[in-house]
């Protein structure tokens, strides 16, 4: 199991922040296109799912559980797979269905050794994922980008779909069409 330790800055301005970044040295490694379907666990238990998701590069099967909403409020246990469209007919030969499909996309970045990615994600506003080896760490990124520790969010992507009347764990289909 690892500890994600992350936070969010949300509703930016995605032109600014890229400019920031540039100019703060950061370099741009990848642009990835999510696909994922997710999975209730057996038996359902809250804030505790599988994702099976692929970036276009790399194929992952996961189960995230969800404990408090901080920085490291995220547990998950994580495995790679070779084929997404091949796991997913293994999981509904086992009897397991996805309860959804979304889909999202990333441009990440490397500063100073840790990972930004500007999240875009249907119907949200795009939004800064900082992901560093501590909370005081993604305070610091945050300043540095130009935003305070009270800008920092460390809602969930359910929680922040929640928070504009969307409930992920009942829609089937989340793209950007």
Known sequence: MSKEI????????????????????????????????VFDTIPTTPNRWVRLRTDGYKTTLAIKEIISQTADGTNEWEVETSDIDVTLKILEKIGISPRGYQENTRSEYVLDGDILSIDSWPKLQPFIEIEAESEAKIIAIAEKLGFSKDDISYKDVDTLYSDIGIELKTTPRLTFE
Do not use: M, P, W
């Open 6 to 37: 992350e936070g969010h800055i949300l509703d930016i301005n995605q032109t600014e922040v890229i400019e920031k970044l540039k100019s703060l040295g950061a370099e741009k490694t990848k642009d990835y296109n999510f696909r994922r379907y």
